[in-house]
């Protein structure tokens, strides 16, 4: 007797259809219908149009600023709730408020640990995101969380390059562990940069440890926000001897004058995966699609088959 997959259906928030279309293409399904009333103050109410009654259903929003884009996400979730929904799968491409995952400093919120609590609230059962901020952020879960790693869609397009002398690069202390996870599998030397900060989204000073000159570099991150780590690190090792310095991040924020910034570097390619969608198009930023990652991982993951294999890191 064959197996049959359970019948799953997949819906999108307004600001994250552009990924969920593609997801729902890779799965091979149509995205479900959903609508949003707009009232004239502003507030919205998610209604969907089609049964969900006892099946799994993948909600697909990254939560990306505005809240309004987590807002959606929770009332979609409290909507598929009071449906019946028998699974409700909450797929974050992007975790927003993650860089708030500790009390840095005395009266501040852990805004990370927050979201975690109000997903779990509106009756989220399952967790599915992408590279996130902070690995501890999963245990600010009380469900399960699949926290894939977009390695396993850089890591080809890196092969692809054949880069001689290749060294991959951390533009802070808190990545060393993601760029030695890439280095291991591509067999390749390591740096990393020291920076301090005056203030969020400003640096005061930064250096390398560690010799860049007749290397190409690869510098890792998870996100990319106002370009100043990334453009500062590539000019700086372009100083000091580097044959080239490509950057690969999985969330493509770009706010203010990233994206001058990005242009008037030193970077030759910055690559991104489609978890945020771009602002605009750039002659220096290639977009790596995450849809088909997930569209695998949720087949896995609905017929309870093992996602094991989809962790190089």
């Not at 609905?302 to 996602?307: L, M, V, Y």
Request: glycine fraction near 6%; aromatic fraction near 8%.
């Amino acid at each position: 007797m064959s197996y049959v997959e359970p019948e799953a259906k997949i819906f999108s928030c307004s600001n994250s259809e552009y990924l969920a279309e593609k997801i729902a293409k890779s799965y091979g399904t149509e995205l479900g219908k959903i609508t949003f009333s707009q009232y004239s103050d502003g507030e919205f109410q998610p209604s969907f149009e089609e049964s969900i009654r006892g099946l799994r259903v993948f909600l697909v929003c990254s939560t990306f600023p505005s809240s309004d884009n987590l807002m959606e996400l929770l009332l979609m979730i409290d909507a598929a709730k009071r449906a019946s929904a028998r699974h409700i799968t909450a797929v974050i491409p992007y975790f927003g408020w993650a860089r708030q995952d500790r009390k840095d400093k005395p009266r501040v919120p852990i805004g990370a640990k927050l979201v975690a609590k109000l997903l779990e609230s509106a009756g989220a059962t399952r967790i599915m995101t992408m590279d996130l901020h902070a690995d501890q952020i999963q245990g600010f879960f009380e469900k399960p969380v699949d926290h894939l790693f977009a390695s396993t869609i850089f890591l080809p397009y890196v092969k692809s390059l054949n880069l001689e002398n290749l060294t991959i690069a951390s533009p802070d202390m808190g990545g060393s562990k993601r760029a030695y996870a890439y280095s291991k599998f591509l067999g390749s030397d390591v740096v990393i940069c020291y920076k301090q900060r005056k203030e969020a989204n400003v640096i005061e000073t930064m250096e390398v440890i560690g010799d860049v000159r007749g290397r190409n570099i690869i510098l890792v991150d998870d996100m990319v926000d106002t370009g100043g780590t990334l453009t500062k690190a590539a000019d700086m090792m372009m100083e000091r001897g580097a044959l080239s310095v490509r950057a690969i991040c999985t969330h493509a924020i770009l706010s203010g004058n990233a994206y001058e910034k990005i242009e008037n570097s030193q970077l030759l390619e910055l690559i991104v995966t489609d978890s945020i969608p771009l602002k605009k198009e750039s002659s220096k930023i290639r977009v790596v699609t995450c849809a088909d990652l997930f569209a695998d991982v949720m087949h896995k993951v609905n017929s309870n088959n093992s996602i094991s294999g989809k962790f190089l890191m």
